[in-house]
């Protein structure tokens, strides 16, 4: 569901940066300093989660499927690690689209997505909005695929259903046998 939202906010800021005349220097560097500012305001918040992170002390132990176990804290802090990189990495990209190609899109995009996305993250959700949720509790998150549809798990109403269709499968199968037979002898006479 995020991928469609984060749809709904690329498409106009891109179609209103498209509004934007940028041959002009003064509009270049609002667009610049709004960019700086929002991703100083960011850094900002990451630095005070990782306090928050650490304050909290969480060492209640998390077993990730594939890797030793290890605690809250360590997993939230390797969890924030990976999105200050992910960070990062994006605001390379984009300022190599900017400053080589001259692309003024992606500064704007990136205005609006990486505050939306920082919002949206699990340790945000927990730490500053303080929700405390089943599936905020369960660590390692699983991180879902972007080109897979949402899941609904009902494991126990899917078990019940296969057992009644396997015996639902089985006597019908054993009447139709006969009535087959039947019919094949009819037309060899």
């Given at each position: 569901?995020?991928?469609?939202?984060?749809?709904?906010?690329?498409?106009?800021?891109?179609?209103?940066?498209?509004?934007?005349?940028?041959?002009?220097?003064?509009?270049?560097?609002?667009?610049?300093?709004?960019?700086?500012?929002?991703?100083?305001?960011?850094?900002?918040?990451?630095?005070?989660?990782?306090?928050?992170?650490?304050?909290?002390?969480?060492?209640?132990p998390v077993k990730p499927e594939d890797g030793e176990e290890t605690t809250v804290v360590a997993h939230d802090l390797a969890e924030l690690k990976k999105y200050a990189i992910q960070v990062c990495v994006s605001l390379a990209i984009v300022g190599f689209l900017h400053f080589k190609l001259e692309?003024?899109?992606?500064?704007?995009?990136?205005?609006?997505?990486?505050?939306?996305?920082?919002?949206?993250?699990?340790?945000?959700?927990?730490?500053?909005?303080?929700?405390?949720?089943?599936?905020?509790?369960?660590?390692?998150?699983?991180?879902?695929?972007?080109?897979?549809?949402?899941?609904?798990?009902?494991?126990?109403?899917?078990?019940?259903?296969?057992?009644?269709?396997?015996?639902?499968?089985?006597?019908?199968?054993?009447?139709?046998?006969?009535?087959?037979?039947?019919?094949?002898?009819?037309?060899?006479?």
């Open positions: 569901m995020a991928g469609l939202s984060n749809f709904f906010v690329i498409i106009p800021v891109v179609y209103l940066v498209g509004q934007v005349d940028f041959t002009q220097e003064m509009n270049v560097f609002y667009l610049r300093l709004v960019f700086v500012l929002i991703h100083l305001l960011l850094a900002a918040g990451i630095g005070v989660l990782y306090k928050k992170i650490t304050a909290a002390n969480n060492k209640t692309l003024f899109p992606p500064l704007a995009v990136q205005c609006a997505m990486n505050p939306m996305n920082f919002y949206n993250h699990n340790l945000f959700q927990i730490y500053f909005l303080g929700k405390d949720t089943p599936e905020l509790r369960k660590r390692p998150w699983v991180q879902p695929s972007p080109f897979s549809l949402p899941k609904v798990e009902e494991p126990e109403a899917e078990e019940e259903n296969a057992d009644e269709m396997v015996k639902t499968v089985e006597d019908e199968d054993k009447p139709k046998k006969k009535s087959n037979n039947k019919k094949k002898q009819k037309k060899a006479d």
